[in-house]
């Protein structure tokens, strides 16, 4: 394989682990991020994710051989199809594809001729029949906006008024055409994990298993954001739930893909909660997750480049994956206030790091006349490995304490489901 010109597209958390992974392959001979943050600063240029365009004008001009997109926005856009026609290699989904991730009700639908266990559910447009089958189902229930809304498009209702309520805040403009069409769920119990696989279309390899923190709020408590930290592998995962959900949940849903003549091909990233009545699947997403990427390429210990390329030219059955053995945990560093209004540009400070165990990815981060500044909502993803999941946990949160970071809000408990 000849050395690799590689652009990896957006600006978050899960863009830096991708990049400080691909940093270390020996495959590689240039690196550029577009548009990157204060820790892709090495290799950022000043693109944005959505500029398809100008994504594709700059990966010719610039000799690009294989780009790797990050964020699902683009994806849904049809960066993949752009880059395909101008003839350059990308790993991930065309925009046909990545409707599992940019419509529920898409997803419901290949779920149902896959045949995989899901939520029950229904589809409105009209906020009159939704609020009256709301009524029928009673509470609690799951409302999702239809669209595309970074993680937060999602109300867990434990009470009827609550779910009434979501209903017009779905509906009645706070999500744009997002919140054209609701989807209403049953609501299942049970707790959750993120099986994150590669595909080349047909044969699909999984990563290790991570357990995310969507509330804000220690005890899984307060809104839904987009993770508030993970941890790698959860103890409630096993090698037998593995190869179920391999053979039952992932093979379908790649073999209903080719039958539609839209073949998977990217990371297929399944959203599971593990029930008391098995596994059921509570969403896909095309991409890798944030910050379920932070803990994965920790644990990776293969060279990620020849697994992408292997995707894209449909040969993932001759590809390597080896993982460590090491519990990774990652522990998000927010803005005050995040998820709702936040604070921008508070001035951050960070230790030197001594060893290998410890990484410290940046996601809302930007630099300002040679200060660090946040610019985002999630700031940092504060990421450590160690024999147990206890040290892994230790470490992260000896790191988390030598960030001057004021006011920065995590939460404590990352992990401790897990011991
Ligand atoms: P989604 O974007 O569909 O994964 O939903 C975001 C989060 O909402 C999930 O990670 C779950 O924590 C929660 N959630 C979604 N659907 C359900 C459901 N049917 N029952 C319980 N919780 C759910
Ligand atoms: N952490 C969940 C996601 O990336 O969608």
Known sequence: MKKLRVLIVGNGGREHALAWKIA???????LFVAPGNAGT???????????IPALVEFALQEKIDLTLVGPEDPLSLGIVDAFQAADLRIFGPTQAAAQLEGSKSFAKTIMESAKIPTAEWEIFDDSDQAKAYVRTIGAPCVLKADGLA????????????TALQAV???????????GKKLVIEEFLEGQEVSLLCFSDGVTACPMVPVQD?????????????????????????????????????????????????????????????????????LEYNVRFGDPETQVVMKRLKSDLL??????????????????????????????????????????????ELSGQDSVIFHAGTGISEGQLLSTGGRVLGITAEGKTLQQAR????????KIDFPKAHFRRDIGVKGL
């Open 150 to 161: 970074a993680g937060k498009g999602v109300i867990v209702a434990m009470d009827l008024e």
């Open 394 to 401: 230790e470490k992260a949160y000896e790191l988390v304490e």
């Open 306 to 351: 020849p697994i992408l390329w292997a995707c894209t030219e449909g040969r993932l059955s001759e590809a390597r994956l080896e993982w460590k053995e090491e519990v990774a945990v990652c522990v998000v560093m927010a803005a005050p206030g995040y998820p709702l209004a936040y604070e921008k540009g508070v001035p951050i400070h960070l230790p």
């Open 24 to 30: 270390q392959s020996t495959e590689l001979e240039r």
């Open 213 to 281: 923190h969507k509330r804000a709020l220690e005890g899984d408590l307060g809104l839904n954001t987009g993770g508030m930290g993970t941890y790698s592998p959860p103890p409630i995962w096993t090698a037998e739930l593995e190869a179920s959900v391999m053979k039952d949940f992932v093979s379908p849903t790649l073999q209903v893909m080719r039958e539609r003549g839209t073949p998977f091909q990217g990371v297929l990233f399944l959203g599971l909660m593990l029930t008391q009545r098995g596994p059921k699947i």
């Open 41 to 51: 600063v090495l290799w950022n240029v000043p693109i944005s994710s959505n500029d």
């Open 168 to 178: 017009d805040e779905i509906m009645d403009g706070g999500f744009g055409s997002a």
